[in-house]
């Protein structure tokens, strides 16, 4: 993962951290800020990473498959069920299972997948008999699980056994400065898929995406990039290259890259003042600057008033 902001760098020296305990770890943050991504670099660091690697999107299964989905089924155990077939637990033995937005399983399939981590084993559907599995869980949500709990649409246990290490992904609004990293690395990726010469990013680009919010993430920063090395000409990536519904949706835009500069400055200083709780010896340490430059930048910013 690109890392230049120093909160995501503290969540990637904690991922590493526990990647060779083999303890179940739980991702949140929104859509598209690279959960998955977080969850494969626990598995390449830790000791299943020769054992095969699964993500399963919970949300994308049908209701009435999700069980036979998770945990097999035997020949004959519903209609359809024509042979018997080993379920995704299975299938990552020895390696890492990643159960992505697992909000969405069903309240009463919850005990069963709480049984399972409990007890390293697993019921296929049709089976009174338990098949142990060795395999690590990492689990995903872009959702609130202690809001889900106490409105009873989480079960509170299974919270617990998956929440033993949690790690927060920010989302890319909160950690501007890795813009401009992702940006240069999608350019170089594919512009080596489409084999087209690398590019810089023009100034008009630069502005445009140091304003804008992302509100898909760095999933959406990928499409971005990937649309503007096919269509971009000439050595520069430019703002005309980039989508013309995102280019019109958001026409205010800075005019120029100088702008947009002082913009992301005042945004990442409130960003860590906010996160400091307002304590500027905090904030000045986290941004590298001694507090006399941190009052300076508040002020030429106008983030004072």
């Not at 009435?64 to 004959?76: R, V, W, Y």
């Not at 269509?231 to 120029?256: M, R």
């Amino acid at each position: 993962m690109i890392v230049g902001s120093r909160t995501l760098a503290r969540i990637m020296v904690l991922a590493a951290k526990v990647a060779p305990t083999g303890c179940t770890v739980l991702i949140t943050g929104e859509t598209g800020t690279g959960k998955e991504v977080v969850a494969r670099t626990i598995h390449d660091h830790g000791n299943r990473s020769n054992g095969p690697f699964l993500a399963v999107n919970i949300s994308n299964i049908p209701e009435n498959l999700i069980e036979s989905q998770l945990f097999g089924h035997t020949h004959g155990a519903f209609t359809g069920a024509d042979s018997t077939r080993e379920g995704v637990f299975v299938s990552a033995e020895t390696g890492t299972l990643l159960l992505d937005e697992v909000d969405d399983l069903p309240l009463h399939l919850q005990p069963k997948l709480l049984r399972a981590l409990e007890m390293k084993a697993v019921h296929p559907v049709g089976s009174d008999c338990p098949r142990p599995v060795d395999v690590r869980i990492i689990a995903a949500t872009s959702q609130n699980l202690d809001s889900l709990t106490e409105q009873g649409k989480f079960r509170l246990d299974l919270f617990y056994r998956l929440n033993v290490i949690h790690l927060e992904i920010p989302p890319l609004r909160e950690r501007p400065e890795d813009i401009p990293l992702l940006a240069n690395y999608f350019i170089d990726r594919f512009s080596r898929v489409f084999r087209k010469s690398s590019k810089a990013l023009g100034p008009d680009a630069q502005a445009f995406m140091l304003r804008y919010s992302w509100p898909g993430n760095v999933r959406e920063l990928e499409h971005v990039i990937e649309h503007a090395v096919i269509l971009s000409e000439g050595d520069q990536i430019g703002l005309k290259d980039f989508p013309d519904e995102l280019v019109a949706a958001h026409s205010d835009y800075p005019d120029n890259l100088k702008q947009a500069v002082s913009e992301f400055k005042r945004a990442f200083v409130k960003s860590t003042l906010d996160r400091c709780h307002g304590d500027s010896d905090e904030a000045a340490r986290e941004l590298g600057i001694s507090v006399s430059t941190l009052y300076r930048t508040i002020e030429t910013t106008s983030l004072a008033s």
